[in-house]
C-alpha cells in the first residue's frame, strides 16, 4: 500500500480516484481492501470493525461504541488485528 496508509488517506484516495474516472486505480484500492470488505461483510456491517480497527490502531478505548452497540468479540478483534497488519494500515 501507499506510504500514508491510514483508513481515512485510503478511504479518500478510494473515493477520489472513483469520482475522477480512475476507475483502474480505484479497483485496484478497492482489491487491496478487499480482506476488509469482506470482515464488514462477515461481522454485518463496518461500523463495529472500524471501531475495532481503530482500537487497534490506537486511536480510541476498546470499548468505544454507544450502547446498545457492543464491540466484537476478541476472536474478531484478532482477525482485524491481523488485517490491520497486513494491509499496513497505521
Known amino acids: ?37 469482506q470482515l464488514f461483510t ?15 490502531m490506537g486511536l480510541t478505548e476498546r470499548d468505544c461504541l454507544p450502547r446498545p452497540i457492543q464491540p466484537l468479540p476478541r476472536s474478531a478483534i484478532n482477525d482485524i488485528a491481523q488485517l490491520v497488519c497486513e494491509l499496513e494500515l497505521n
Open 1 to 37: 500500500m501507499d506510504v500514508d496508509c491510514s483508513l481515512p488517506v485510503v478511504a479518500k484516495r478510494l473515493a477520489q480516484a472513483a469520482l475522477s474516472g480512475e476507475s483502474e486505480r480505484a479497483e485496484a484500492i478497492n482489491q487491496q481492501l478487499s480482506p476488509l470488505w
Open 42 to 56: 462477515q461481522y454485518r456491517g463496518s461500523l463495529r470493525v472500524i471501531a475495532a480497527a481503530a482500537s487497534i
